[in-house]
């Protein structure tokens, strides 16, 4: 039986969806295997509390700010954080960007209701088809591929050749890139050989993750994330069970190599003290299977008194807290944090959970899908984080 996929877009045509996973098949590849390799080795040294990864980006990225001008803003953003964690932790830090790739998304539902009643596709992101609200903008279009693949290209040779000037070559404080391996389709066209063989990787990002919404395991996201070698993450939200990630660490590592499986805990600041110590001791010694990272954004998305979604601080504070407590208890070092990031001032997320009841809406809101932390804001909780190491 052919595994089930969640959450993959009703291309608008299968003709033009297969020339161009024909052009995608036969492009040269985004990242390079050795690359992600090293990416693996960074990852493990993060799961035995020897440096942490800090992840930082967009919700979802769009093809219009794939110009250097705002990579290299959002380059120098996540760098700067990456040498504030480093200076407060006395850690390294691995340097990860929610980029050059991050073009799909997954929804809660397949359509949206405008104000008007009129009734569209919901917005997938930029890989599939664009935000505005008309029909010919929320078409699935396959020729969107192609677009993702180039501006991803165009994103990683600026981010390359920032890091050639400034590090070096095999400087570990270079940029790793990383997203969500939602569009298998996408994935599967640039799966390549590794070089020094056997196997295959995938070449569109150093670091891939499967959503919360598409991680059953016997589903193809898992299959896929199986099937390839380079470092692999799940996110876990409260309704996680042990089982599932029993069964996750025995498809995704079962040669238990160190840094080979990310967990990506978003639990939300209510449920995480409580969920993630029940988690972590139900799965033993199979815990140590995995790098533990924090996702502090997506359990704690809330609507604001004006409709908008929004996210407290607080709240994110309160997760990571419990998050690394959670950790020690088990005697697992807390090995990284993702975050949701602008690097303009916008006024996305807000201090506290009281201040969400504000019926006045956000005015500087120009996130695509989820609310991001402006640069004070995730200063914030980058300095909050790196004080509890
Ligand atoms: C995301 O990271 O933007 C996302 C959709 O997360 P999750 O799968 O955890 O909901
Ligand atoms: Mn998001």
């Given at each position: 039986?052919?595994?089930r996929?969640?959450?993959?877009?009703?291309?608008?045509s299968?003709d033009?969806?297969k020339?161009?996973?024909?052009?995608?098949a036969?492009?040269?590849?985004?990242?390079d295997?050795?690359?992600?390799?090293d990416l693996?080795?960074?990852?493990?040294r993060?799961?035995?509390?020897?440096?942490f990864v800090?992840?930082?980006g967009?919700?979802?990225e769009?093809f219009?700010?794939?110009?250097?001008?705002e990579?290299?803003?959002?380059a120098g953003?996540?760098?700067a954080?990456a040498?504030?964690?480093?200076g407060i932790?006395?850690?390294?830090?691995?340097?990860?960007?929610?980029?050059?790739?991050q073009?799909?998304?997954?929804?809660?539902?397949?359509?949206e209701t405008?104000?008007?009643?009129?009734v569209?596709?919901?917005?997938?992101?930029d890989?599939?088809?664009?935000?505005?609200?008309?029909?010919e903008a929320?078409?699935?279009?396959?020729s969107?591929?192609?677009?993702a693949?180039h501006h991803?290209?165009t994103?990683?040779?600026?981010?390359?050749?920032?890091?050639?000037?400034l590090?070096?070559?095999?400087?570990?404080?270079?940029?790793?890139?990383?997203h969500?391996?939602?569009l298998l389709?996408?994935?599967d066209a640039?799966?390549?050989p590794l070089?020094d063989?056997p196997?295959v990787?995938?070449?569109?990002?150093?670091?891939l993750w499967i959503?919360?919404?598409?991680r059953?395991?016997d589903?193809?996201?898992?299959?896929?994330a199986?099937?390839?070698?380079?470092?692999?993450?799940v996110?876990?939200?409260p309704?996680?069970t042990a089982?599932?990630?029993t069964?996750?660490?025995r498809?995704?590592n079962?040669?238990?190599?160190?840094?080979r499986?990310?967990?990506?805990?978003?639990?939300?600041?209510?449920q995480?003290?409580r969920?993630?110590?029940?988690l972590?001791?139900?799965?033993?010694?199979?815990?140590?299977?995995?790098?533990?990272?924090?996702?502090p954004?997506h359990?704690?998305?809330k609507?604001?008194?004006?409709?908008q979604?929004?996210?407290a601080?607080a709240?994110i504070?309160?997760?990571i807290?419990a998050?690394?407590?959670?950790?020690?208890?088990?005697?697992?070092p807390?090995a990284?944090?993702?975050?949701?990031t602008?690097?303009?001032?916008?006024?996305?997320c807000v201090?506290?959970?009281?201040?969400?009841?504000?019926?006045v809406p956000?005015?500087c809101y120009?996130?695509?899908?989820?609310?991001?932390?402006?640069?004070?804001?995730?200063?914030?909780?980058?300095?909050?984080?790196?004080?509890l190491?």
């Amino acid at each position: 039986m052919v595994a089930r996929a969640q959450q993959q877009p009703e291309w608008s045509s299968l003709d033009e969806l297969k020339r161009v996973l024909h052009v995608l098949a036969t492009s040269p590849q985004l990242v390079d295997a050795s690359v992600c390799a090293d990416l693996t080795g960074e990852l493990a040294r993060a799961a035995q509390g020897e440096a942490f990864v800090l992840q930082l980006g967009e919700c979802a990225e769009r093809f219009h700010d794939a110009t250097p001008v705002e990579v290299l803003a959002k380059a120098g953003q996540l760098h700067a954080l990456a040498d504030d964690f480093a200076g407060i932790s006395g850690l390294p830090v691995v340097r990860m960007g929610r980029i050059a790739g991050q073009y799909a998304k997954p929804r809660s539902s397949a359509m949206e209701t405008l104000d008007d009643g009129t009734v569209l596709p919901v917005y997938r992101g930029d890989a599939v088809n664009a935000p505005d609200p008309t029909p010919e903008a929320r078409r699935a279009d396959p020729s969107r591929l192609l677009r993702a693949y180039h501006h991803a290209q165009t994103t990683l040779s600026t981010l390359f050749e920032r890091d050639l000037g400034l590090l070096g070559h095999a400087d570990p404080r270079r940029t790793y890139v990383g997203h969500e391996a939602l569009l298998l389709e996408f994935e599967d066209a640039l799966v390549r050989p590794l070089p020094d063989g056997p196997g295959v990787y995938g070449s569109s990002g150093h670091f891939l993750w499967i959503g919360e919404r598409t991680r059953q395991p016997d589903h193809q996201h898992v299959q896929f994330a199986s099937g390839i070698d380079n470092p692999v993450g799940v996110k876990v939200g409260p309704g996680a069970t042990a089982d599932e990630l029993t069964a996750l660490v025995r498809l995704l590592n079962p040669r238990r190599r160190p840094g080979r499986l990310s967990f990506i805990v978003r639990m939300g600041a209510a449920q995480a003290g409580r969920k993630l110590p029940a988690l972590l001791g139900a799965l033993g010694d199979a815990a140590a299977d995995a790098v533990w990272i924090c996702d502090p954004m997506h359990g704690n998305t809330k609507a604001n008194g004006a409709g908008q979604k929004s996210r407290a601080v607080a709240d994110i504070l309160a997760e990571i807290e419990a998050f690394v407590a959670a950790l020690r208890g088990h005697g697992l070092p807390p090995a990284g944090l993702m975050l949701e990031t602008a690097h303009r001032p916008v006024t996305e997320c807000v201090a506290t959970p009281g201040d969400l009841a504000l019926s006045v809406p956000l005015p500087c809101y120009e996130s695509a899908v989820d609310p991001r932390l402006n640069p004070e804001q995730a200063q914030e909780v980058v300095e909050f984080t790196a004080g509890l190491l």
